[in-house]
């Protein structure tokens, strides 16, 4: 369980292929604080740290994982955000995040607001019951609020300290990033669906 409120950034420096898995060899500031076994947030996917390296940590994503995420586009060099497991005795400063991407979305608008700046995506519209004004979402694992929803669109603004220390400084038209959806809409929605049905 996570809280969406990054505690770093990776840079991947290595990706080799076992089959249909992908092992990923990231860097980060925090490379040393990571044990074994342990469970972190990577542009908002779950995934589990299986080596400690020197100032670097290795990790596997699946065949499902890599076609549903936006970690089968990564290269080498690229950045992700991460964030450890929350803590029950700690805030929390964003909101509930399993760390289980739903879709991706694509970045369709990104705008500089003089000190603020602006994105807009567009996400498969079978979501759309899930997507609310002013509702919470998980974009590449950061916790954000959306506004300006339309049936299969919504912009997110962002602060200057999310944007450089963030991999959102990296999105641009085009890019596609991963999306959860708030764990109380989901619930909400899976009752109403079996409440019509009877």
């Known amino acids: 369980m996570f ?27 925090i490379s040393g604080e ?32 890599l076609k549903k995420t936006n970690l089968g ?3 080498v060099g690229e950045t992700v955000n991460i964030e450890r497991c929350m803590q029950m005795n700690g805030r929390l400063d964003g909101h509930i995040v399993q760390g289980h991407v ?11 607001k003089n000190g603020s700046w602006e994105f807009r995506f567009r996400f498969p519209i079978e979501f759309a019951t899930l997507v609310i004004e002013k509702g919470s979402i998980s974009i590449n ?3 954000l609020t959306i506004f300006n929803v339309t049936d299969d669109e919504f912009t997110v603004a962002i602060i200057p300290y999310t ?17 959860e959806f708030d764990i109380v809409g989901k619930y909400l929605k899976r009752f109403m669906d079996i409440h019509k049905k009877q």
Do not use: M
């Not at 074994?36 to 065949?63: F, M, R, W």
């Not at 944007?163 to 999306?179: A, D, L, S, W």
């Open 102 to 112: 739903d879709a991706t979305a694509t970045c369709i608008d990104r705008q500089n």
């Open 73 to 75: 586009d990564l290269q």
């Open 34 to 65: 990571l044990k074994i076994d342990q469970s972190i947030s990577h542009n908002g996917v779950c995934l589990t740290v299986e080596k400690i390296l020197p100032d670097a940590y290795q990790l596997t994503a699946i065949e499902e994982t």
């Open 141 to 143: 694992g950061i916790s």
């Open 163 to 179: 944007f450089e220390h963030t991999n959102i400084q990296h999105i641009k038209p085009g890019t596609r990033v991963n999306i």
């Open 3 to 29: 809280t969406g409120i990054i505690e770093s950034t990776a840079t991947v420096i290595a990706i080799s292929e076992t089959g249909t898995n992908r092992t990923f060899t990231l860097s980060s500031p």
